[in-house]
């Protein structure tokens, strides 16, 4: 039995999703560089080039995350799952030169003994902002959640740094608000801050996309898992190895199991197909299983 397609996914509903987020980084770049501008918010202005930014940033992610739910072909059997991984890599990138670029913006800005108090009016834009970023933040990650793809938290991270750092600056602004011209410049240092939660995330989307490129370990619940379900069968004497790694959405995953020495070669064959129809049928998400049976050895591991 060859191995099935890559996992099903609402690619239609993603998609969708992938497109209404584009628009609404477009929109709210226009709404932060023309409020940033008139009202003398230049933590606004910055975030909203970085948002523009982000735009680029999104359409490799998207077009990174379908490419890699193509299915196998001649030049790639195993599929094109690690297309995922690569776009999750650079996104993660991404996220670092944003907090880097963001910060180096503030710094500029804090030495800037011309600064001026914002207007009042960029407040409840920045608010928009953060409402608007973290209901995107939410549903890219429960997309990112549910399949492990390290692509999606990238993007996810991506729309909650935005939604960081208009919060720092809103935060920022108020104070500058409420303190006059002596604390002009705190919505940069809150952006300042934020920076370091951005890069801190971007840190970490990288090191999982990583592990997921150089077929690290799959968490080991789900592997005792696959173990538990293989050694129900009764002929199954026993698990010796269970290996899994990940590609994408999908996990790939080779078994060798002890059995009867006596055993034909032709109920062996009908037990490895029926090990691997069972849990194929029981993970979705799992693309090929390939069983290895071995003579029964006698003894446990201790």
Same mark, same amino acid.
């Given at each position: 039995?060859?191995?099935?397609?890559?996992?099903?996914?609402?690619?239609?509903?993603?998609?969708?999703?992938?497109?209404?987020? $584009?628009?609404?980084?477009?929109?709210?770049?226009?709404?932060?560089?023309?409020?940033?501008?008139?009202?003398?918010?230049?933590?606004?202005?910055?975030?909203?080039?970085?948002?523009?930014?982000?735009?680029?940033?999104?359409?490799?992610?998207?077009?990174?995350?379908?490419?890699?739910?193509?299915?196998?072909?001649?030049?790639?059997?195993?599929?094109?799952?690690?297309?995922?991984?690569?776009?999750?890599?650079?996104?993660?990138?991404?996220?670092?030169?944003?907090?880097?670029?963001?910060?180096?913006?503030?710094?500029?800005?804090?030495?800037?003994?011309?600064?001026?108090?914002?207007?009042?009016?960029? !407040?409840?834009?920045?608010?928009?902002?953060?409402? &608007?970023?973290?209901?995107? +933040?939410?549903?890219?990650?429960?997309?990112?959640?549910?399949?492990?793809?390290? &692509?999606?938290?990238?993007?996810?991270?991506?729309?909650?740094?935005?939604?960081?750092?208009?919060?720092?600056?809103? !935060?920022?602004?108020?104070?500058?608000?409420?303190?006059?011209?002596?604390?002009?410049?705190?919505?940069?240092?809150?952006?300042?801050?934020?920076?370091? +939660?951005?890069?801190?995330?971007?840190?970490?989307?990288?090191?999982?996309?990583?592990?997921?490129?150089?077929?690290?370990?799959?968490?080991?619940?789900?592997?005792?898992?696959?173990?538990?379900?293989? /050694?129900?069968?009764?002929?199954?004497?026993?698990? %010796?190895?269970?290996?899994?790694?990940?590609?994408?959405?999908?996990?790939?995953?080779?078994?060798?199991?002890?059995?009867?020495?006596?055993?034909?070669?032709?109920?062996?064959?009908? $037990?490895?197909?029926?090990?691997?129809?069972?849990?194929?049928?029981?993970?979705? /998400?799992?693309?090929?299983?390939?069983?290895? $049976? %071995?003579?029964?050895?006698?003894?446990?591991?201790?």
């Amino acid at each position: 039995m060859p191995g099935k397609a890559p996992s099903e996914f609402p690619s239609s509903g993603l998609l969708q999703l992938g497109i209404g987020t $584009l628009c609404l980084n477009l929109i709210l770049v226009i709404i932060k560089l023309t409020t940033g501008h008139m009202g003398n918010s230049q933590a606004l202005i910055a975030d909203g080039l970085e948002s523009a930014s982000d735009i680029i940033v999104s359409l490799v992610t998207w077009g990174g995350f379908m490419l890699s739910l193509r299915p196998p072909d001649k030049n790639h059997p195993f599929g094109h799952g690690k297309i995922e991984s690569l776009t999750g890599l650079f996104s993660g990138l991404f996220l670092i030169v944003a907090a880097l670029g963001i910060a180096a913006v503030s710094v500029r800005e804090i030495n800037d003994l011309s600064h001026e108090v914002p207007s009042w009016y960029t !407040l409840p834009v920045l608010l928009l902002v953060v409402a &608007a970023k973290e209901f995107v +933040f939410r549903k890219i990650e429960r997309y990112s959640d549910d399949h492990k793809s390290c &692509a999606l938290a990238g993007e996810a991270w991506h729309h909650r740094s935005d939604a960081i750092t208009s919060a720092a600056a809103a !935060l920022g602004i108020s104070i500058a608000l409420i303190g006059g011209t002596d604390w002009a410049t705190a919505d940069d240092w809150a952006a300042l801050v934020a920076c370091v +939660f951005i890069a801190f995330n971007g840190t970490r989307i990288i090191r999982l996309s990583l592990h997921d490129a150089l077929d690290g370990n799959v968490e080991t619940g789900f592997i005792e898992s696959l173990k538990g379900q293989a /050694n129900q069968h009764v002929d199954v004497l026993r698990v %010796e190895k269970c290996r899994v790694r990940k590609s994408g959405v999908d996990y790939f995953l080779e078994l060798h199991l002890q059995v009867d020495p006596e055993m034909s070669v032709l109920k062996g064959h009908d $037990l490895g197909h029926q090990v691997k129809d069972n849990l194929m049928k029981a993970h979705a /998400n799992l693309r090929d299983v390939v069983v290895h $049976l %071995e003579p029964y050895a006698g003894q446990h591991p201790d």
